[in-house]
């Protein structure tokens, strides 16, 4: 099975960045995504992007703000959150799957809490 660990999540104060990294054991897919989910809200999909050519998508509402990458020498995917809002406070989670367009891999998460 693999293992997905997240890590870079903290305190931030609003305007400000943080990079996430999600460091895979191993593959099961081509697709690597970022979850959130904000208090009592459901996870919802940030973005997602392909280890073989990179291609990337993104929830609109995120796009200019959000960036995601992977360095695939080292199985580990970043998503790179600039201009950050109270509204982004949540548990990222990165996930992947053993299917494609399944998402049924899960790591740990890692919470940002974004201040005002």
């Known amino acids: 099975q693999v293992q997905l660990v997240e890590s870079g999540g903290g305190l931030v104060q609003a305007g400000g960045s943080l990079r996430l990294s999600c460091a895979a054991s191993?593959?099961?897919?081509?697709?690597m995504g970022w979850f959130r989910q904000e208090p009592g809200k459901g996870r919802e999909l940030v973005a997602t992007?392909?280890?073989?050519?990179?291609?990337?998508n993104y929830l609109e509402s995120l796009k200019g703000r959000f960036t995601i990458s992977r360095d695939n020498a080292k199985n580990t995917v970043y998503l790179q959150m600039n201009s950050l809002k109270p509204e982004d406070t949540a548990v990222y989670y990165c996930?992947?799957?053993?299917?494609?367009?399944?998402?049924?891999?899960w790591g740990r998460g890692t919470r940002v809490t974004v201040s005002t």
């Open positions: 996930a992947t799957g053993t299917r494609p367009g399944m998402y049924n891999i």
């Open positions: 191993g593959r099961t897919s081509d697709a």
């Open positions: 992007i392909s280890w073989t050519t990179g291609t990337t």
